[in-house]
Every structure is written in structure tokens, then in C-alpha cells.
């Protein structure tokens, strides 16, 4: 079974630049996680989608984060514009169903240095 | 609300030794509860996690975790450390209403000496 796969794997950009990232997760599964994990901290979800609905974003920074789930597939973060404290891995995770003792299966990220 | 609290930002153990990972947690309701490993450069790997039956967990890798309800408490531990255990690991807690959503711990980095 293939895993969940991430898209670019590294990203180096000047601040007020724009950048996307795409995630496409595992086949079948219902419910796509996007999360920023800054260096030396625990992941921090930014938004979660069920099929192609938003169920939470409430900790997105909606003036310059943006998120998309077409189709209920595959996704889009983008960042417009970036700052200096984006510099971050971001994660995508899916799951089958998306309840509390589901399992999240985690892509290997995107390293986005923001200079 | 949910939260997590990871006692040790990092831990050092040699090999064959056992390793004890401390996590409690906070939580309104009856949580479900992870742990899971970063490896450098790679994406995060589910341990185990509990999710009301068995409080003794038991993990990939020879791993296992207790959960007791009257500490708030989701310890990690093994019985003898392999150089491959050197990780970073995350101890995470998601509530029964929160469709799922994860809150992760601070990590805590294990190294592993010969």
C-alpha cells in the first residue's frame, strides 16, 4: 500500500514570496490533516478536511494561509505571502474515517526555509 | 480542552538498557492516546496507541505503554535499547469529540550510546 506522498520535499524562498505544497493520501482514505511543525516542538494541526469539507481550521492563518481538497483527493497548501516565521515542516496526514481513535498516516513533509 | 506534557526533552540510554519515555496528559473526556516516532528525514511512525480497551499497550518494536487514569499518565518504555531507537518520539492525545484532532507533546529525543 503506498503511504502518503508529499510534494516538494524542500523549499527555500525569500519572505513575501509565494509557495504551494501538494499532498495525496493514502487511497481510499477520508479524512486529509495539514500540520506545521517548527523546529524543536511537537506538530500543530492547520487544518483538516473530511472528503473535500473543512471539519477544522481554526488555527490556519487565514490572512496568508490558504488550503484546498478537490475532489475529495489529493490538496494544496499555499502560503501568500511568507514570513520569516513559516520556516517550518509541513506535514500531511491522512486517515480512514477521522474519529479519535483513528490512526494518522504521516507523508515525510516539506522543509520550507523562509529567508 | 486537550494537552500533553512530555517530562524529558531528551533522554540518553546505552545500549541494552531499558528506556523510559514519561508523558501525562490532560483531558476533558475519555481520550484516545499516542505515541509516535520521527526518525531524521523521515515522517512520523505510529508506536502504538490506546484507545480504552487494554491498558497495557503493546508496540511495533518492543515497545509498550501503561495507561493509568489516576496519574494522567501514558509512560513509554522498552526493555533493551537498540542503537535503531534513536529517535525523536511524540507522546499525543486526541479527545472523543475533536474529530481526530491530534495534540501533539513537545518530543522528547532519545540517543542511544554504544
Known amino acids: 500500500e503506498a503511504g502518503v506522498a508529499q510534494s516538494p520535499r524542500y523549499k527555500i524562498i525569500e519572505k513575501r514570496q509565494s509557495v504551494a505544497f501538494w499532498c495525496n493520501p493514502i487511497?481510499?482514505?477520508?479524512?486529509l490533516y495539514w500540520y506545521q511543525q517548527i523546529l524543536g516542538q511537537g506538530p500543530k494541526l492547520l487544518i483538516q478536511f473530511q472528503n473535500n469539507g473543512v471539519v477544522d481550521d481554526s488555527q490556519l492563518p487565514k490572512d496568508r494561509f490558504s488550503a484546498e481538497r478537490l475532489k475529495g483527493v489529493d490538496s494544496t497548501l499555499k502560503i501568500q505571502p511568507a514570513k520569516l516565521e513559516d520556516s517550518a515542516v509541513y506535514l500531511c496526514?491522512?486517515?480512514?474515517?477521522?474519529?479519535?481513535?483513528?490512526?494518522?498516516?504521516f507523508g515525510p513533509g516539506t522543509r520550507l526555509t523562509v529567508l | 480542552a486537550q494537552s500533553v506534557t512530555q517530562l524529558d526533552s531528551h533522554v540518553s540510554v546505552s545500549e541494552g538498557t531499558p528506556v523510559l519515555l514519561r508523558c501525562n496528559y490532560s483531558?476533558?473526556?475519555?481520550?484516545?492516546l499516542f505515541w509516535y516516532v520521527q526518525h531524521p528525514n523521515k515522517g512520523l511512525q505510529l508506536l502504538l496507541k490506546y484507545t480504552s480497551a487494554a491498558t497495557l499497550v503493546k508496540g511495533i518494536n518492543g515497545f509498550e505503554a501503561e495507561f493509568k487514569k489516576s496519574e494522567t499518565s501514558f509512560h513509554l518504555t522498552k526493555p533493551s535499547a537498540h542503537m535503531s531507537d534513536a529517535a525523536e518520539y511524540f507522546c499525543v492525545v486526541s479527545e472523543a469529540d475533536s474529530w481526530g484532532k491530534l495534540q501533539f507533546g513537545a518530543g522528547t529525543q532519545v540517543v542511544v550510546t554504544p
Open positions: 496526514a491522512s486517515s480512514p474515517g477521522g474519529g479519535a481513535t483513528d490512526t494518522q498516516y
Open positions: 487511497s481510499g482514505h477520508a479524512t
Open positions: 483531558s476533558s473526556y475519555s481520550p484516545s
